[in-house]
């Protein structure tokens, strides 16, 4: 059974940092395509970053420069520091783990953690 668990989400004030962690069980974690996703009410999710098995990040425009992506294989675990948060990256953030195999997506989701940046 596959399992994504995120952690580290909260409140915190314009201009400060938070760290998410994502620990995934069920999957052999260094082939996957590891992501974080966000949602607010009435929205479609979008992607925030990714993260392949070889360490390759990808990001959204709007953090760029703001939020990194890492994992760490032995662990089972992604991260996504986020530096310089402003009120706009409120939302509930989603791991995600992806792979496809031929034509056929596997994915996953976590339950989401949210983030809140308010003063």
């Known amino acids: 059974q596959v399992q994504l668990v995120e952690s580290g989400g909260g409140l915190v004030q314009p201009g400060g940092s938070l760290r998410l962690s994502c620990a995934a069980s069920?999957?052999?974690?260094?082939?996957?395509?590891m992501g974080w996703y966000r949602q607010t009410p009435g929205k479609q999710r979008e992607l925030v970053a990714t993260?392949?098995?070889?360490?390759?990040?990808n990001y959204a425009d709007s953090v760029k420069g703001r939020f990194t992506i890492s994992r760490d294989n032995a662990k089972n675990t992604v991260y996504l520091q986020m530096n310089s948060l402003k009120p706009e990256d409120t939302a509930v953030y989603y791991c995600?783990?992806?792979?496809?195999?031929?034509?056929?997506?596997?994915?996953?989701w976590g339950q989401g953690t949210q983030v809140t940046v308010s003063s």
């Open positions: 993260i392949t098995g070889g360490t390759i990040s």
């Open positions: 995600n783990a992806h792979r496809t195999i031929l034509t056929t997506i596997l994915e996953y």
């Open positions: 069920g999957i052999i974690f260094s082939i996957w395509t």
